[in-house]
């Protein structure tokens, strides 16, 4: 079984969804600490050729806290209404912002399980065949260890025989392929090749959130996007 896993963040850049649909299991990390970095915010396209950060409004957010002990703020009215002013006029518009609304409005406010359904429902509209899952709902899992062994030891109890991550060996020191093979396990890496699809009528801005992406690209040209990567 083929197992790949991250802290959930909210419409992330495409890499993230080639780990999510390239893997059997996705195991979304609601129990790890909350990372300011890029949980709740991304980059989406400001009046056609801007790149601007975007904010899903959380509360009592801390990195001294675990994602699923931070909450979402009830209106989140203003970031809805900016992603409605600028990709109005976006050739998949009328398809994604329906989606958007409704992820927007969901009712669990738990940070962890609002981003997780957005993940899912994004992952739904391009017909992923994923499973989903929670760590903190991992039964057996041993809460003491802490960075590889942690994954490790998720793998192991999920009887995953690859993990596959995001970035490449340099920008994750920790994790070493002879003590994953140790445990019977094969490591990898999704390293995304040149992503570029029409922005209007501008130049391409590149690293958005998928936001953008699905914006500008039906199901189908999205999904090929997708395909843009090699596992190494």
Request: charged share 25%; net charge neutral; with cysteine.
């Amino acid at each position: 079984m083929r197992l790949g896993g991250n802290q959930p963040f909210f419409f992330p850049y495409i890499p993230y969804y080639q780990l999510m649909k390239n893997v059997d299991v996705f195991m979304i990390a609601d129990d790890f600490n909350y990372s300011r970095a890029w949980t709740n915010r991304n980059y989406m396209l400001l009046r056609g050729r801007e790149r601007f950060m975007f904010n899903l409004v959380v509360l009592g957010a801390s990195q001294n806290k675990l994602v699923n002990e931070v909450r979402v703020a009830d209106d989140q009215y203003k970031l809805l209404k900016t992603i409605e002013i600028n990709y109005r006029k976006a050739p998949f518009f009328k398809d994604v912002f329906p989606m958007v609304e409704k992820i927007l409005a969901y009712g669990d406010k738990n940070l962890a399980r609002y981003l997780g359904n957005s993940l899912v429902t994004t992952a739904n509209y391009l017909g992923f065949d994923t499973k989903f899952i929670y760590s903190s709902e991992i039964e057996g899992k041993d809460h003491t260890l802490r960075f590889q062994n942690r994954v490790l030891n998720l793998c192991t109890v999920l009887k995953a025989d690859e993990y596959v991550n995001l970035g490449g060996e340099d920008e994750h020191p920790l994790y070493d392929r002879k003590a994953f093979k140790q445990c019977g396990i094969d490591l990898y890496y999704i390293k995304s090749g040149p992503v570029e699809y029409k922005q209007f009528n501008n130049p391409f801005i590149s690293n958005l959130s998928m936001l953008d992406v699905l914006m500008f690209n039906s199901i189908e040209q999205t999904n090929e996007l997708l395909t843009q990567f090699e596992l190494v």
